[in-house]
């Protein structure tokens, strides 16, 4: 079954539903019926968003680690429903913080998809063409899994991830859709995330109200006090480095880590987050820390899964971590900061790339793939151009779009080459009209 989030005349958007809501009280939230366990919290995005806005984004922010465009707009959609804030909350400029739920409840950002996957793998794509006005919908029942769709070619989608004046914003429609995917129906509650009747670009829904925070709460549960809470990481991320995780209600001994997979495909086995298991605490349950396996991982987020306490809260809130996984390299992953002059250019113009925070006077090589393969592009499918950095780090070039690129989406990054030791960029998406 669909869940259906329209538009409707003046910009306002409705919602008409395939599924039965329950009500649980007489103005406010409802429940779809079921809830997702443990198993069931990750959620990925196949980026095919090919609307000139989808991916403006292109600026890496550190409370949101390699990720930029469509992705990163679904990512704090997410975490927007989170037990507590992610990392320190900061990262959008139309929120204070961005995770509030204070329920048992926390979604596991795992990054990108390479499709869309079936109707119970957790991932958020795009998909073509309209249908009377819808602009996203949820497929239902949860208990095994979820799908979302956005119409991409119907709306002008906006990825922020300041504030969006005009179009539909995509975080926006991702929080509500989210809500959705984690139990909950629509609300009569004015101003709600869940609320039928939105106005404007859709970005007031970024952000959960009271009764959102009732409706979660009400499915999770409120949040438990014994919940591991994460407070900063250090150490080494890179493969074979020790890190260190601090915060509070760790258990003794059988401590989990969950890390980002570094398997992009389109089914449910890319779902799958990569575990560390019993890892013991330290300084009277404050302090775990584990050796970053050699592969299989990547950067973004992780969390802590305590075996002690109740189902719903043993897993804390997802936070930060931008770390290296599968042996990306050896050097330090999007430390270099990359532009280009127009993200969604036509065949035959010409577009500039441009670099800096490079290390300097050293050889790099910028790669390109039809496949997101943040954070380090270990393959790729061809070699943009070559050179050296300049004395500072920095450097440019441009390049004609081939004719053969129309309606095509790359993934770019510039790896420079510091005496056996590679440093990359952050990824830009190219989407050639």
């Known amino acids: ?90 990262g959008d400029t139309s929120q204070g913080t961005v995770g509030s739920g204070g329920a048992n409840f926390s979604f596991f950002w795992n990054g990108n998809a390479s499709g869309i996957g079936g109707g119970n793998d957790n991932i958020i794509s795009s998909i073509g063409g309209s249908s009377g006005g819808v602009l996203a919908y949820t497929e239902t029942p949860i208990n095994d899994g979820w799908r979302i769709r956005f119409y991409g070619d119907a709306w002008n989608w906006q990825d922020g991830p300041g ?36 106005s404007g670009t859709g970005q007031g829904q970024r952000s959960i109200q009271q009764d959102d925070i009732n409706g979660v709460q009400y499915i999770y549960g409120v949040m438990a006090s014994s919940m591991p809470s994460i407070d900063s990481i250090t150490g080494s991320l890179v493969p074979g480095g020790t890190v260190t995780i601090t915060g509070s209600g760790f258990s003794t001994s059988t401590n989990r880590i969950w890390l980002q997979s570094d398997i992009v495909d389109g089914t449910n086995a890319g779902g799958d987050h990569v575990t560390i298991t019993n890892v013991p605490s330290t300084n009277n349950g404050t302090q775990l820390s584990f050796v970053l396996p050699s592969s299989g991982w990547q950067g973004g987020a992780l969390h802590v899964k305590s075996d002690v306490g109740s189902a719903g809260s043993l897993l804390s809130e997802s936070h930060p971590f931008d770390g290296q996984g599968g042996g990306g390299g050896g050097g330090s992953n999007d430390t270099i900061n990359l532009t280009v002059s127009n993200s969604n250019p036509t065949t035959g113009s010409t577009i500039t790339f441009s670099w800096d925070s490079a290390p300097p006077l050293m050889p790099y090589t910028m790669v390109w793939a039809f496949t997101d393969n943040s954070p380090f592009f270990n393959t790729y499918g061809g070699i943009v151009g070559t050179g050296t950095t300049s004395s500072l780090g920095t450097g440019s070039f441009s390049r004609r779009v081939p004719g053969g690129a129309a309606g095509r989406t790359a993934y770019m990054e510039i790896q420079v080459d510091q005496n056996g030791t590679i440093f990359d960029s952050n990824t830009i998406t190219i989407n050639v009209q």
């Open 1 to 90: 079954m669909k869940n259906l989030l329209r538009i409707g005349f003046g910009g306002i958007l409705l919602a008409g539903t395939t599924f039965m809501a329950s009500p649980q009280q007489a103005t406010g939230f409802t429940t779809i019926g079921g809830s997702l366990n443990l198993g069931q919290r990750d959620f990925r995005v196949y980026n095919n968003f090919n609307g000139s806005n989808a991916n403006n984004n292109t600026t890496i922010h550190s409370n949101w680690p390699q990720y930029t465009g469509a992705e990163l707009s679904q990512w704090k959609a997410g975490a927007e429903w989170n037990s507590r804030a992610h990392g320190d909350g900061s």
């Open 163 to 198: 504030s969006v004046t005009f179009g539909i914003d995509m975080q926006g429609v991702g929080c509500h859709e989210l809500g959705h995917a984690l139990g909950l129906g629509h609300t009569t509650a004015n101003g709600a995330t869940m609320t039928a009747f939105i």
